[in-house]
């Protein structure tokens, strides 16, 4: 199937022309037929010679309802363009095709209705060479718009339009049937007894009767399909569809119906801006934002001549790369309202505090594309789903799990881990090795994981922390300075083993508590209390020569034997009893196990 939206100047002939070709009534409401006046979206479908089925949506011409039209158009890959050869190029025709243009919709035909009027060749002369000029084609790419002159009272010329309506489809592009689903709804209402109705235009993708998708954030379930009033299992764009939802559900045009996850919901975007033909800036600093079906109010925030920061009044799922039209619904009869187009080139903009940050993120999105390496370039690193969220494929290999980073960003922290590492041993010299988690801070990174794919020789990863690799085994892992303390402290217990040191003598040698702690943890003191530390062996060698004595002994007898003080003997007797060399008799004896 494809889908067609009519365009071009009200009363021109585009509902009668849909009804020539379809059979089917466009305008619906008792006021439209009343009217004589396209006022809401209509809908209608045939087939055409060669089979392939297309669906109409037709849109007003009249110039209060171009919200309407755009939102009819927005999702739309191609246009039949009619203009009334009695009247010939009129505002509407004119502010249309710059609709056209700057929502980059490239397919198309030219209608020159009423030709029972008028000669349509002067009106098809003058508008074939706009729509051309505005880069509208029938055929393949580099080929002109096709025009056509019709009667939709007398039928003559509908034959050679339905032959042309069929090279225009056969020369669309087609859609991508994986592609996530952003189904825009331009109608919806409730069913009795089977809940919501909403219908849209689906540009891409494929819906299937039981898909979970979400609106507004909210799940719903697909109950029912049809396309063009027939029930299907499942159904792929560019189609029409009208999806039954389970429940109650608040949809409402310009609100769309999205693949969870693969879509980013945000209320601000980053875009480049594009002049549409005739308008001319500066843009005002409120407008409104169109896509799909939506209509959105917009405060602009200008970054530099071409970038703009757009926040939207709501949410809108979005991807980079999506083309936003800028409206200035204030604006009088006459003049141009479609102002603008806007390329999305970032849906989760950085905060711009620093003086200046907006002048640098301008430089930035002057050079950015609408793709991975660019989103990296801002971000830095992202994970896979984000990435897929945002709208771009992942470009390459992740670094690490699903982390994708941005190539320069990646090469900085190579540079700057080992650094960080030095710094944090020298800050630490009795544990060097930093914790992974202690990197990951410094560094700024949101993930451990990023922090290990970061760590090459001669740095090593060992038990969560990082090691420099320069660390001497000699000195069991000590740094110099309490290595040389514990020496000479060694050194002076050689003669007199139990002799612990006071704190004073300790003190001298720069060996406080954590000294102590980390000479202990390294094999290289031993600790029997607080502050009492003796060779290691010492308490080994002390429950020999309690052996010797005569069983059981008190704690004087083992103080004299050992040739200490209280201090000393006392933890080091609690120490023997805990390692089982030693064992209470009674209040004040022990004996030797
Ligand atoms: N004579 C003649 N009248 C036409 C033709 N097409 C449309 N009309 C009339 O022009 C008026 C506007 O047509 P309509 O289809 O509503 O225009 P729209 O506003 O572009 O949808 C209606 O009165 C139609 O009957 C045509 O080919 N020949
Ligand atoms: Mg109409």
Same mark, same amino acid.
């Given at each position: 199937?494809?889908?067609?939206?009519?365009?071009?100047?009200? @009363?021109?002939?585009?509902?009668?022309?849909?009804?020539?070709?379809?059979?089917?009534?466009?305008?619906?409401?008792?006021?439209?037929?009343?009217?004589?006046?396209?006022?809401?979206?209509?809908?209608?479908?045939?087939?055409?010679?060669?089979?392939?089925?297309?669906?109409?949506? @037709?849109?007003?011409?009249?110039?209060?309802?171009?919200?309407?039209?755009?939102?009819?158009?927005?999702?739309?890959?191609?246009?039949?363009?009619?203009?009334?050869?009695?009247?010939?190029?009129?505002? *509407?025709?004119?502010?249309?095709?710059?609709?056209?243009?700057?929502?980059?919709?490239?397919?198309?035909?030219?209608?020159?209705?009423? $030709?029972?009027?008028?000669?349509?060749?002067? /009106?098809?002369?003058?508008?074939?060479?706009?729509?051309?000029?505005?880069?509208?084609?029938?055929?393949? =790419?580099?080929?002109?718009?096709?025009?056509?002159?019709?009667?939709?009272?007398?039928?003559?010329?509908?034959?050679?339009?339905?032959? =042309?309506?069929?090279?225009?489809?056969?020369?669309?592009?087609?859609?991508?049937?994986?592609?996530?689903?952003?189904?825009?709804?331009?109608?919806?209402?409730?069913?009795?007894?089977?809940?919501?109705?909403?219908?849209?235009?689906?540009?891409?993708?494929?819906?299937?009767?039981?898909?979970?998708?979400?609106?507004?954030?909210?799940?719903?379930?697909?109950?029912?399909?049809?396309?063009?009033?027939?029930? $299907?299992?499942?159904?792929?764009?560019?189609?029409?569809?009208?999806?039954?939802?389970?429940?109650?559900?608040?949809?409402?045009?310009?609100?769309?119906?999205?693949?969870?996850?693969?879509?980013?919901?945000?209320?601000?975007?980053?875009?480049?801006?594009?002049?549409?033909?005739? /308008?001319?800036?500066?843009?005002?600093?409120?407008?409104?934002?169109?896509?799909?079906?939506?209509?959105?109010?917009?405060?602009?925030?200008?970054?530099?001549?071409?970038? /703009?920061?757009?926040?939207?009044?709501?949410? #809108?799922?979005?991807?980079?790369?999506?083309?936003?039209?800028?409206?200035?619904?204030?604006?009088? *009869?006459?003049?141009?309202?479609?102002?603008?187009?806007?390329?999305?080139? @970032?849906?989760?903009?950085?905060?711009?505090?620093?003086?200046?940050?907006?002048?640098?993120?301008?430089?930035?999105?002057?050079?950015?594309?609408?793709?991975?390496? %660019?989103?990296?370039?801002?971000?830095?690193?992202?994970?896979?789903?984000?990435?897929?969220?945002?709208? %771009?494929?992942?470009?390459?290999?992740?670094?690490?799990?699903?982390?994708?980073?941005?190539?320069?960003?990646?090469?900085?922290?190579?540079?700057?881990?080992?650094?960080?590492?030095?710094?944090?041993?020298?800050?630490?010299?009795?544990?060097?090795?930093?914790?992974?988690?202690?990197?990951?801070?410094? #560094?700024?990174?949101?993930?451990?994981?990023?922090?290990?794919?970061?760590?090459?020789?001669?740095?090593?990863?060992?038990?969560?922390?990082?090691? +420099?690799?320069?660390?001497?085994?000699?000195?069991?892992?000590?740094?110099?300075?309490?290595?040389?303390?514990?020496?000479?402290?060694?050194?002076?217990?050689?003669? +007199?083993?139990? *002799?612990?040191?006071?704190?004073?003598?300790?003190?001298?040698?720069? #060996?406080?508590?954590?000294?102590?702690?980390?000479?202990?943890?390294?094999?290289?003191?031993?600790?029997? /209390?607080?502050?009492?530390?003796?060779?290691?062996?010492?308490?080994?060698?002390?429950?020999?020569? #309690?052996?010797?004595?005569? *069983?059981?002994? +008190?704690?004087?007898?083992?103080?004299?034997?050992?040739?200490?003080?209280?201090?000393?003997?006392?933890?080091?007797?609690?120490?023997?009893?805990?390692?089982?060399?030693?064992?209470?008799?009674?209040?004040?004896?022990?004996?030797?196990?």
């Amino acid at each position: 199937m494809h889908v067609l939206a009519t365009a071009g100047h009200v @009363d021109h002939g585009k509902s009668t022309l849909v009804r020539a070709l379809t059979g089917m009534e466009p305008d619906r409401l008792a006021e439209e037929r009343r009217r004589g006046l396209t006022i809401e979206l209509g809908y209608a479908w045939t087939s055409l010679p060669s089979g392939e089925r297309v669906a109409f949506v @037709d849109v007003p011409g009249h110039e209060r309802f171009l919200g309407t039209m755009l939102a009819g158009v927005g999702p739309v890959p191609a246009v039949m363009f009619v203009v009334a050869a009695d009247e010939g190029w009129m505002p *509407q025709s004119e502010e249309h095709l710059v609709a056209l243009r700057t929502l980059g919709v490239r397919h198309g035909l030219l209608v020159v209705t009423r $030709a029972d009027l008028a000669d349509p060749g002067p /009106a098809a002369k003058d508008a074939g060479g706009r729509l051309t000029e505005a880069g509208l084609r029938t055929g393949p =790419a580099g080929g002109a718009v096709e025009t056509l002159a019709v009667s939709g009272r007398t039928g003559e010329g509908l034959d050679a339009l339905r032959a =042309a309506l069929d090279r225009l489809v056969a020369a669309l592009p087609a859609p991508d049937p994986e592609a996530p689903v952003r189904l825009w709804i331009d109608r919806a209402f409730s069913v009795r007894g089977s809940g919501t109705v909403v219908t849209g235009t689906l540009p891409a993708g494929r819906v299937e009767v039981g898909d979970e998708l979400e609106l507004d954030g909210e799940p719903v379930r697909v109950r029912g399909l049809e396309s063009l009033k027939e029930q $299907a299992e499942s159904v792929s764009g560019v189609a029409r569809v009208a999806l039954n939802l389970r429940g109650r559900v608040a949809g409402e045009r310009g609100h769309a119906l999205v693949t969870p996850g693969a879509w980013t919901a945000t209320g601000l975007a980053d875009v480049r801006v594009t002049m549409a033909e005739g /308008a001319r800036g500066p843009l005002p600093g409120r407008l409104t934002a169109h896509i799909g079906s939506a209509s959105v109010p917009c405060e602009v925030r200008p970054l530099g001549p071409e970038a /703009a920061r757009l926040r939207l009044a709501r949410p #809108l799922p979005l991807h980079v790369g999506d083309t936003l039209l800028l409206r200035d619904p204030g604006r009088g *009869q006459g003049e141009l309202r479609v102002l603008a187009r806007a390329t999305v080139l @970032d849906v989760r903009p950085p905060e711009l505090r620093r003086r200046g940050a907006a002048r640098e993120r301008a430089k930035a999105l002057a050079e950015a594309s609408a793709d991975a390496a %660019s989103l990296l370039r801002t971000h830095l690193l992202l994970r896979e789903r984000e990435l897929v969220a945002m709208g %771009s494929p992942p470009p390459g290999r992740p670094v690490t799990g699903d982390w994708h980073a941005d190539p320069g960003h990646w090469a900085n922290l190579l540079a700057r881990l080992p650094e960080v590492v030095r710094r944090h041993a020298d800050a630490h010299p009795l544990e060097p090795a930093m914790p992974l988690e202690a990197a990951r801070h410094e #560094l700024d990174l949101p993930d451990r994981r990023l922090v290990t794919a970061l760590v090459r020789p001669p740095l090593t990863v060992a038990d969560g922390r990082i090691t +420099t690799g320069r660390t001497a085994a000699g000195e069991a892992g000590l740094p110099a300075p309490v290595a040389g303390a514990v020496r000479t402290l060694l050194a002076g217990l050689s003669s +007199t083993p139990f *002799q612990a040191p006071e704190a004073g003598r300790l003190a001298e040698l720069g #060996l406080g508590p954590r000294e102590i702690a980390a000479a202990v943890r390294a094999g290289a003191l031993l600790r029997v /209390a607080d502050g009492v530390v003796l060779a290691p062996g010492a308490d080994a060698r002390a429950a020999a020569v #309690l052996a010797r004595l005569p *069983q059981p002994f +008190t704690v004087s007898q083992a103080r004299s034997a050992l040739g200490t003080s209280r201090r000393v003997a006392v933890p080091l007797l609690e120490h023997l009893d805990r390692r089982g060399f030693t064992e209470r008799v009674d209040d004040v004896h022990r004996r030797s196990v």
